[in-house]
């Protein structure tokens, strides 16, 4: 058995993005999730639109680019309005097995987009 290498450290930024996925982990965990399927048609051109929007908001303050990712708007027509289960406010943990915890809003909207591409 090999002994434990204490002179081997872990760097900071290392320990403290984990610790911030371990928190995020811890508040998920005490969500009352909802399972949204929509069917998207990738027969059509163009592809019809998912129809959310939304918008990134910081969960520790002054950390950038690790946010919890909301619906900022529903567009009316689109497959998301039309299906009604999504609103605005929601808080979307995860697309299509791809996780939205602690990415930047840019990644939350381009991960959405692939939908419409990618169903």
Do not use: W
């Not at 929509?38 to 639109?49: A, G, K, R, W, Y």
């Not at 808080?91 to 915890?101: A, F, K, Q, Y």
């Amino acid at each position: 058995m090999e002994e434990y290498d204490r002179s081997n450290q872990i760097p900071r930024s290392q320990l403290f993005h984990s610790r911030l996925e371990y928190e995020l982990e811890k508040q998920i965990a005490k969500m009352s999730l909802v399972e949204v399927d929509l069917i998207m048609n990738s027969t059509l051109s163009p592809p019809p639109s998912l129809g959310i929007r939304v918008i990134g908001v910081n969960m520790i303050h002054g950390v950038q680019d690790k946010l919890n990712i909301y619906v900022k708007r529903v567009v009316e027509d689109s497959v998301a309005g039309m299906d009604g289960r999504i609103m605005v406010n929601d808080h979307i943990i995860e697309v299509n097995g791809i996780s939205l915890v602690g990415v930047s809003q840019k990644l939350a909207a381009q991960t959405l987009s692939n939908c419409a591409i990618c169903p």
